[in-house]
């Protein structure tokens, strides 16, 4: 059922008529191999933020999008930064999108999986302490766990000066974690492209502009370019455009 905002899709197989989420669901979809997929909403000029938040750029097509890309994963992973700022809450979906996922033989909830090189978290936030499932957090070796956390979320160690993604990465999968999706921020965005490990990128454009001073979607050291083919084009009736791009 639609609702809100209708979304209609532009290309490559444009719509007669706005999307419900049946439809939207199947333009995304699940890979059917292990996949990381990345999510991010930017200004026309790239920005990442608003007043210091993404949420100055999420509007209802967007949400609605967000909401239903977390339906679609086994996990979702996240910087500890972007946890802390954004405020994170316990991940959880309402029953149309846990009947979703019952009836296509998944857990009700995706797992959270934080990636911190530091392990500066609080047991007590509620994406711990009210999780639905356990979290994981993915570590570097040395890192001095707080109190607590290890009674809210299982801590893998991998890597030694920093967090080896493509470690974590497996150790995930070897979970049965193979559907991937990163809210970032830029940092992680930006190191898991250096690694090599990002399959897809769902890009949502708001209508703003944001001027000078906030960051780009992606942050950190240098890395190749990569190639990666647009799938499809949606856009919604204000103005919002909803891009994904895929590898092969």
């Known amino acids: 059922m639609s609702v809100g905002v209708p979304i209609s899709a532009l290309w490559p197989d444009p719509s007669p008529r706005p ?11 699940r890979a059917d191999r292990p996949h990381l997929r990345v999510n ?13 938040y993404s949420a100055g750029l999420s509007g209802e097509p967007d949400k609605r999008v967000f909401g239903l890309l977390r339906m679609l994963c086994d996990a ?11 405020g994170y809450r316990a991940v959880r979906l309402d029953e149309r999108r846990r009947a979703w996922r019952r009836a296509h033989g998944l857990p009700e909830y995706p797992t959270l999986v ?13 994406a711990f302490a009210d999780a639905p499932v356990r979290p ?23 890597g030694d000066d920093r967090v080896d993604l493509a470690e974590g990465l497996a150790e995930l999968r070897r979970r ?4 991937l999706l990163c809210e970032g921020g830029p940092r992680l965005f930006g190191a898991l492209t250096a690694a090599d490990l990002v399959d897809e990128v769902c890009l949502t454009v708001a209508p703003l502009l944001a001027g000078a001073g906030p960051g780009r979607i992606t942050a950190g050291d ?19 455009l909803m891009l994904r791009y895929a590898r092969d």
């Open 19 to 29: 999307l419900d989420d049946t439809a939207l669901a199947a333009r995304y979809g």
């Open 222 to 240: 240098a890395s190749a370019v990569r190639h990666l083919p647009l799938r499809h084009v949606l856009a919604a009736a204000d103005g919002v």
């Open 136 to 158: 994981v957090v993915l570590t570097r070796a040395g890192a001095a766990a707080p109190t607590g956390l290890t009674d809210v979320a299982d801590v893998v160690r991998c």
């Open 76 to 86: 979702l992973v996240v910087a500890a930064g972007t946890l802390r700022h954004e």
């Open 114 to 126: 934080v990636v911190s090189d530091s392990l500066d978290l609080d047991p007590a936030q509620a």
């Open 176 to 179: 049965g974690l193979d559907q």
């Open 40 to 52: 991010f909403v930017t200004s026309v000029d790239g920005a990442v933020s608003v007043d210091g």
